[in-house]
């Protein structure tokens, strides 16, 4: 349906846009936007994850292993040892060192390292004082000897002494300066600052001083105006701050629903700029590229991905944030995971591997073999390499490291050629040749010696097999790992929310800030003028498209359009990364194309309701709704149209209504006129007017359908069918002294047909010739004794529905061009085979007429006069065969009957 542009199509885009475009002023519609963008985020695909992120947990099991948590900060210092010796390339501390830690105890040494030191040494020295007492028991040496061994044997003691009380200072530790040293052996530490908005505490300019020393990004270029930043920030205390590679703040953005979308990269304290805890040692992974900060972008120049050094632009949102591509998967199965508690046991297993070994070498069984004993090597190289390690820890130095690596190296290749040599079978069977060639007293010591060799053995060989076993799994996962360490076991409530996890531990913020940056699989937020634009466009668009279709299709299109803008964004979030606010654009989209079917239903309604008042009395009901659908049908002016007219009259209505009063006229013509309007109203006639008694009306207009001839004389015959019918009532009720009997005629032609006069009072009505030629055929009806006439144009387009019966071509009053008259009897599913007969008959005496036997023609009527007295047609060709009798017609005639009647 066509419409004309009307105030709704102005008004309600313009009223609708400008609001939707401003919902984002409401934090309600904030938040609602904020859970689409995690809808959406869930139908794209995952992020790819870095295989080089690597989250050390604190988690249950390392608390269970370990102890309860927080632990002494010797344990990380150790972990921290161990990812030394495992490659690994970064450590990220998601802990705070604020405040300093007590000195501690080592009990892993102590009763590990330690103990087994003591053991060995006392086991030594009392195995020297046996040997001693043997011989001069077995007159081996004499006494004099026996004192140069005691000499020894003292000297012997005073070393141990010595050597004891030196490795057992090393059970105090100094925590803080530990940690400090391990995370400077390591090399790449970065710690935590936590930004404050609080000014500074009183006595913190010094650790503020450090911070700014060594946490602040050298190669740094700032395009745009800075945040109002923070005023002061916690730093970790000096014995760590100073031997920190960096460090970086963790305060994470939280939105109004509680959930973490977004980071800022950098924040700033008086312009003084610091970097997030994960990207300030990535910015050293990447090859310590210039850091741009622009209003929308962070750039890294010259970020070395892979071999290539290029430009990586962050895009920022509108408050400076990056926004976090987070894993879909949860926080256990996101990321490589490994328990911190691991690198605490690949440390122990090595002590306790030297710790085997020291026992092992103080058994007799070394004695018994030619030589040097060969696990006094693997005795050296650990010992020479804790020296090391003591040394790179006190010094720092990167030479001072990597001899301690060295030397741990090649402690273990010698460990591990020690035990591929399978000293444990050959040095058992040295205690059976001694026992077989000894005393055969000596036998039973013999034998618990070698128990004890072999236990000591099967214990060292253990603890090594261990240490492999976690050197080859932990190695395959660190080596140049980006490591992350924090808290996530169950006690831990540094837990937050994501797109995609109620609950989702918060040091693996860290890792997901890493990983975007890392993939370069960045999301962006258009600006919120674009919604806003859009929601304007929208609003006017979708009442253009929708304007031309009914409330319905309206509907289902606005529901449809609604649904494919939100498919339209998805999918351009799913291939560019792009997110537009899509909350405004679809609410002004769905709430226009509403507003308008709503107010266009209305206003049609209103409309169409004038049209069924204006039109009801003299329309069909379905050309009323076709005129509905199309107003325009009704306009000014008319066009010419192949349809059909119909013209009735009353005969002898003027005797009948000087017999009644007006009362009782108005009375009987309502009824008789509503009868008769009913039935061409069912045809889908229009009633052009009434005049008196006579209806004028036509078939094909203002709605064009091909049957309207059929439809017209349907409507004729079913008329005649209803005068009967009201006759019966009339005659009953006295309401007429004489029947109402209805003359007819139908014409089909070319008509004018439109809405004629003024805009202010017009008249749907038709004109023309074939309109006159309708009228005059409604007269001619009494020339004939007919009731139903019709032209040829008519008979030719109703085809075989209906009986007609042949009557005289005429030229009637006003039209010179003959017509061929037609007399239209019933429907001929109607018609008995009487009748049929009789008008079968009457098209043969018609024919004797046609050839002029005048006579012949008289004498076939007056058989059917006699037979049907009240056929008038019958009688009328008889009148005309005695009148030609008595004067023929011209020898020139025509045969076309002149009319000289209306």
């Known amino acids: 349906m066509k419409k004309k542009t009307s ?123 046996q040997d001693i007492f043997a011989a001069l028991a077995n007159n081996q040496i004499t006494l004099p000897e026996a004192g140069i061994y005691g000499s020894e044997l003292v000297d012997l003691i005073d070393q141990s002494r010595d050597t004891l009380y030196r490795h057992t200072k090393q059970v105090a530790i100094e925590n803080d300066s530990y940690l400090g040293q391990a995370m400077r052996l390591f090399g790449s530490s970065f710690i935590t600052v936590n930004m404050q908005d609080d000014p500074p505490s009183e006595g913190t300019e010094d650790l503020y001083a450090i911070a700014q020393e060594r946490f602040i990004y050298p190669t740094l270029k700032v395009n745009a105006p800075l945040s109002d930043g923070r005023h002061s920030a916690l730093v970790p205390i000096p014995e760590i701050s100073r031997m920190a590679a960096g460090a970086g703040f963790t305060n994470v953005h939280i939105d109004s629903d509680g959930v973490r979308r977004r980071i800022r990269l950098t924040d700033n304290i008086d312009g003084t700029v610091f970097m997030q805890l994960a990207f ?15 209003k929308n972008r962070v750039t890294l120049a010259g970020a070395v991905y892979g071999d290539k050094a290029q430009n990586v632009s962050i895009p920022l949102d509108s408050s400076g944030m990056m926004l976090i591509r987070w894993p879909k998967k949860n926080y256990q199965n996101s990321f490589t995971h490994i328990p911190f508690y691991l690198l605490i046991d690949y440390a122990e297993s090595g002590e306790k591997t030297a710790s085997s070994l020291r026992l092992l070498r103080a058994n007799q069984g070394w004695n018994l073999g030619p030589g040097y004993a060969p696990i006094d090597m693997c005795m050296q190289l650990w010992g020479e390499s804790e020296e090391l390690r003591r ?167 606005g529901v449809v359009l609604s649904a494919v803008v939100l498919i339209v964004n998805q999918l351009i979030f799913s291939f560019t990364g792009v997110y537009i606010f899509i909350i405004s654009p679809v609410l002004a989209l769905f709430v226009s194309f509403l507003t308008y079917s709503m107010v266009s239903f209305i206003l049609s309604e209103r409309e169409k309701s004038f049209l069924r008042k204006a039109f009801g009395t003299y329309l069909s009901s379905d050309v009323i709704n076709e005129i509905i659908e199309d107003p325009s049908m009704l306009k000014l002016g008319g066009q010419k149209k192949w349809i059909t007219a119909m013209f009735t009259d009353v005969k002898g209505f003027s005797t009948i209504s000087e017999a009644l009063d007006a009362e009782q006229l108005v009375k009987l013509l309502n009824i008789y006129l509503s009868g008769m309007s009913d039935i061409i109203l069912e045809q889908r006639g229009t009633i052009d007017k009434y005049e008196g008694d006579a209806i004028i009306s036509f078939f094909g207009a203002p709605v064009d359908y091909k049957e309207h001839a059929r439809l017209a004389c349907r409507a004729a015959v079913l008329m005649r069918r209803k005068e009967v019918e009201m006759n019966e009532l009339f005659m009953r009720e006295g309401m007429s002294p004489n029947p109402l009997l209805t003359r007819i005629g139908i014409n089909t032609g070319d008509m004018v047909v439109g809405n004629m006069g003024t805009e202010r009072k017009m008249d749907y009505t038709i004109m023309g010739n074939a309109v006159n030629l309708a009228a005059r055929l409604e007269g001619v009806n009494k020339q004939y ?27 009637v009053v006003g039209i010179n061009t003959p017509v061929q008259l037609w007399e239209l009897v019933e429907l001929k599913d109607a018609v008995d085979s009487a009748t049929l007969d009789f008008l079968r008959r009457f098209e043969e005496a018609h024919c004797v007429f046609d050839r002029r036997d005048w006579k012949e023609a008289a004498r076939l009527f007056t058989a059917l006069c006699e037979e049907r007295p009240d056929d008038g047609p019958s009688d009328a060709y008889l009148r005309k065969c005695e009148a030609f009798i008595q004067k023929p017609p011209a020898d020139n005639w025509d045969g076309v009957f002149s009319l000289t009647q209306k």
């Open 391 to 557: 040394t790179a820890l006190e010094s720092g130095d990167a030479q001072d490291k990597a001899a301690w690596l060295t030397a741990v190296q090649a402690y273990w290749d010698t460990v591990k050629s020690f035990f591929e040599t399978d000293y444990g079978t050959s040095v058992a069977r040295l205690f059976d040749e001694a026992k077989q060639a000894g005393n055969p007293e000596d036998a039973e010591l013999y034998d618990q010696v070698k128990a004890d060799f072999e236990m000591l053995y099967a214990n060292a060989s253990a603890s090594y097999t261990r240490h492999t076993e976690l050197e080859t799994a932990l190695a395959a996962k660190l080596k140049d790992a980006f490591c992350i360490i924090g808290w996530s076991s169950t006690g831990t409530t540094d837990i937050g929310v994501n797109p995609f996890h109620s609950e989702y531990v918060n040091v693996g913020t860290h890792a997901a800030v890493a990983n975007t940056i890392l993939q370069r699989d960045f999301l962006r937020q258009a600006p919120v003028w674009v919604s806003a634009l859009l929601a304007i466009v929208f609003s006017f668009g979708i009442i253009f498209i929708i304007r031309p279709f009914s409330t319905i299709v309206q509907i289902i299109l």
């Open 785 to 811: 004794g007919s009731w139903l006439l019709i032209s040829d144009m008519t008979k030719n387009e109703i085809g075989d529905e209906f009986i007609t019966r042949r009557f005289d071509r005429v030229r």
């Open 280 to 294: 300030s040692p990535l910015l050293q992974k990447l090859g310590s590229p210039e850091v741009v900060i622009d």
């Open 7 to 129: 105030w709704p199509s102005i008004v309600i885009p313009c009223i609708i846009g400008l609001l939707s475009a401003g919902v984002y002023l409401f934090p309600f519609w904030i938040g609602v936007e904020n859970r689409l963008y995690d809808f959406f985020l869930g139908f794209k695909s995952d992020v790819k994850e870095d295989s080089s992120i690597v989250l050390l947990d604190i988690d249950d099991v390392s608390i269970e292993k370990v102890g309860l948590y927080p632990w002494p900060r010797n344990t990380i210092a150790k972990g921290l040892e161990a990812l030394t010796q495992l490659g690994a390339e970064f450590a990220v501390f998601d802990i705070e060192y604020i405040d300093k830690s007590p000195m501690s105890v080592d009990f892993t040494y102590l009763n590990g390292t330690l103990k087994s030191e003591f053991a060995a040494s006392f086991e030594e020295i009392g195995a020297n004082v």
